[in-house]
């Protein structure tokens, strides 16, 4: 088996792309259905045709595979988070980001096996495998600074990073069936109560603060 360290063959001509889309869309399933643990590459040739060692010549190593398949099946929930951002600009920061960690929240309660695979990737020290995982990180990442970008920086930049804390330890639970004290959801919500408290506190803070600035401004135009 590899080690990960070889180079994916990325494909060159319509065949080799059919052939990697196949065996990606097979690992899919196979994830899907048995989760991280239940999952053999031997299976996807079995299903497939396709020999082991080209299987590996196209993805390097267990996990990378597991790492494309996953990628591949969050790709409509990167688009659903794409939408959420375009369809809540008008909305206040608070509930655009409650809908971004709901869309991803009901996605991961929904593919348990993907949530197993979720958690054993961060265990990874595949380093391609790693690298794999990028496209839902950065389009989660990208839809909270635009749902945040009407929040102070620093706070922005710490509610990102509680927001994705949130995010694996929803991951975490349903991928181990054991979920926190009050259950999974609801667990979530608070966490989302937490998130929304914060940024209308900062939004008052605000508001305040410029309403004392353009007082204090008029009263010194007042002043003789």
């Known amino acids: 088996m590899s080690t990960g360290t070889a180079v994916p063959l990325h494909p060159t001509t319509p065949a080799q792309q059919r052939r990697r889309d196949l065996i990606l869309d097979t690992a899919v399933s196979l994830v899907e259905e048995r989760g991280p643990d239940g999952f053999q590459v031997r299976e996807v040739v079995e299903r497939t045709g396709i020999a082991l060692g080209t299987i590996y010549r196209y993805f390097p190593s267990k996990d990378y595979l597991i790492a494309e398949a996953l990628d591949r099946a969050t790709s409509d929930l990167r688009e659903r988070l794409a939408a959420a951002t375009r369809d809540g600009r008008g909305t206040d920061p608070a509930a655009r980001v409650a809908v971004l960690l709901r869309i991803v929240a009901e996605s991961i309660e929904r593919r348990p096996g993907n949530a197993r695979a979720s958690l054993q990737l961060m265990l990874s020290a595949d380093p391609i495998a790693e690298v794999a995982q990028h496209d839902f990180r950065d389009a989660f990442g990208a839809a909270l600074e635009v749902a945040l970008a009407d ?9 990102t ?5 949130l995010l694996t330890e929803h991951v975490v639970a349903v991928a181990t069936g054991r979920p926190s004290v009050g259950g999974t959801e609801l667990q979530m919500e608070r966490g989302i109560r937490v998130l929304q408290l914060a940024i209308h506190t900062s939004n008052r803070t605000q508001s305040n603060r410029t309403q004392s600035n353009r007082t204090q401004s008029n009263r010194t135009k007042e002043a003789p």
Do not use: G, I, R
Request: net charge negative.
């Open 161 to 165: 990073v509680v927001a994705s804390s």
């Open 151 to 159: 929040v102070e920086p620093s706070l922005a930049t710490d509610l």
